[in-house]
T-cell receptor
Framework: KNQVEQSPQSLIILEGKNCTLQ??????????LRWYKQDTGRGPVSLTI?????NTKSNGRYTATLDADTKQSSLHITASQLSDSASYIC?????????????FGSGTRLQVQP | NAGVTQTPKFQVLKTGQSMTLQCAQD?????MSWYRQDPGMGLRLIHY???????DQGEVPNGYNVSRSTTEDFPLRLLSAAPSQTSVYFC?????????????FGQGTRLTVV
């Protein structure tokens, strides 16, 4: 069964600090991996999309890495801001019963404190 | 820039009642989908559509119906609401599901069935 596991479940950091969120997946065959940011009470918003051939992609202070061999990804947030407080969701695109499907992780809830 | 619009934002239903969650997008996207988000779980696909007149079941379709009479609209119908359908529902759209294209999400509908 396709699965996406994220760690940690929750994280508290001080404003200005860096942090790294982890994502391990068992989706096969693999098409792409996405990271989304979801603010409380809002829908997810895309941060990055990486295909099999890409091992790093940045979006401002967000940098995602992908190791397709070990099926691991990370999202690194640099110089955190209060507005980074949100849930971060790892999503892997693959195939399920012959159809392209997205498998969602349950997210890491990040709280940035002043 | 409306993007993906969902209505209503909040709804309380009694067990056995029916209702329709509305979703509209103004980006001329082919692919639209409905997800539900429950605490501690990743988003799960309910139904999806690859174009007007074409719909298919996702991972958790029971108790829900959809139709796609136009490119813009993709309503989700609850036939006879049950407490197990208490959840947050998200509609999403993307240009194509067969390419590495970004998915855009609505702001969600929080549904409570009592």
């Amino acid at each position: 069964k396709n699965q996406v596991e994220q760690s940690p479940q929750s994280l508290i950091i001080l404003e200005g600090k860096n942090c790294t969120l982890q994502c391990n997946y068992t989706v096969s065959p693999f098409s792409n991996l996405r990271w989304y940011k979801q603010d409380t009470g809002r829908g997810p918003v895309s941060l990055t999309i990486m295909t099999f051939s890409e091992n790093t992609k940045s979006n401002g202070r967000y940098t995602a890495t992908l190791d397709a061999d070990t099926k691991q990804s990370s999202l690194h947030i640099t110089a955190s801001q209060l507005s980074d407080s949100a849930s971060y969701i790892c999503v892997v695109s693959g195939f399920n019963t012959g159809r392209r499907a997205l498998t969602f992780g349950s997210g890491t809830r990040l709280q940035v404190q002043p | 820039n409306a993007g993906v619009t969902q209505t209503p934002k909040f709804q309380v239903l009694k067990t056995g009642q029916s209702m329709t969650l509305q979703c509209a997008q103004d980006m001329n996207h082919e692919y639209m989908s409905w997800y539900r988000q429950d605490p501690g779980m990743g988003l799960r696909l309910i139904h999806y559509s690859v174009g007007a007149g074409i719909t298919d079941q996702g991972e958790v379709p029971n108790g829900y119906n959809v139709s796609r009479s136009t490119t813009e609209d993709f309503p989700l119908r609850l036939l006879s609401a049950a407490p197990s359908q208490t959840s947050v529902y998200f509609c999403a759209s993307s240009y194509s599901h067969n390419k590495n294209t970004e998915a855009f999400f609505g702001q969600g509908t929080r549904l409570t069935v009592v």
